[in-house]
């Protein structure tokens, strides 16, 4: 609109010098002052195409942020720079949602500017997570007690029950039920045998294996 406007100003200014001219040295004209007119007016306007090239935001830091509950969180914020107007990162409007750490949840922060010429930048947003804190590893695995002797002494024949072991783990707790008892004992056959406890906690965790060694021996005759 406004080179319009200079246009038609430029004309109406250029017939009034011709009818001028033409005025002062009856109806001999000497264009070349004409030429000279022109451009003193397009010297003395400013011809500027409009301003249509939208501002451009760059985000400060990642795009994507995830915390754990109660953490603290200070946004990084973001850049703005216009090609006409410069640095305009101090006119961003930050919106979205307000991170709160408290609560578990996906929050958006969004930012926005537009140039002195209205041209609205693309908008920018960025992604906070909220999570529970998950809870360190278990690598403890747990612990095996036997119960009883570690070396049991019989002979043959003679009667035997084990009196087993118990086991303990410091997520899972009381274990004792899940032991894996491998027990071979035959009282009646003279020999050695070895008794195993094993255990696993929850997630996997071994328990170093216990074991009970019980001998079984000829019956000793009396002298």
């Known amino acids: 609109m406004k080179k319009i406007a200079w246009m038609g100003l430029l004309f109406v200014m250029t017939i009034g010098l011709i009818f001028t001219l033409m005025g002062q040295s009856g109806s001999y004209c000497d264009f070349s002052d ?3 007119s022109q451009e003193n007016i397009f010297q003395a306007g ?5 301003d249509t090239v939208p501002p451009v935001i760059t985000l400060i830091g990642d795009e994507a942020v995830n915390l754990t509950v109660d953490d603290s969180y200070t946004d990084a914020g973001a850049t703005a720079s216009d090609d006409v107007d410069g640095d305009i ?3 961003i409007v930050v919106g979205g949602d307000t991170v709160d750490t408290s609560t578990v949840g996906t929050y958006i922060i969004t930012y926005n500017v537009s140039d002195a010429a209205g041209n609205p930048a693309t908008k920018v947003t960025r992604t906070v997570i909220v999570s529970e804190e998950e809870p360190d590893p278990d690598t403890v695995p747990p612990v095996i007690t036997l119960i009883g002797d570690e070396a049991v002494n019989l ?5 035997y029950t084990d009196a087993g072991a118990t086991a303990s783990d410091d997520v899972d707790g009381d274990i004792t039920a899940n032991i894996v008892v491998v027990n071979l004992v035959n009282t009646s056959v003279v020999g050695t045998y070895t008794i195993t406890y094993d255990v696993s906690d ?13 001998i079984v021996s000829e019956e000793l005759e009396e002298t």
Not at 46 to 50: A, G, L
Request: glycine share 4%; hydrophobic share 30%.
């Open 34 to 36: 004409i030429e000279r």
């Open 89 to 91: 990162t101090a006119n």
């Open 155 to 159: 002979t043959v024949d003679d009667s």
């Open 46 to 50: 400013t011809w500027k195409n409009p």
């Open 202 to 214: 929850a997630v996997g965790n071994p328990a170093d294996q216990v074991t009970r060694t019980v």
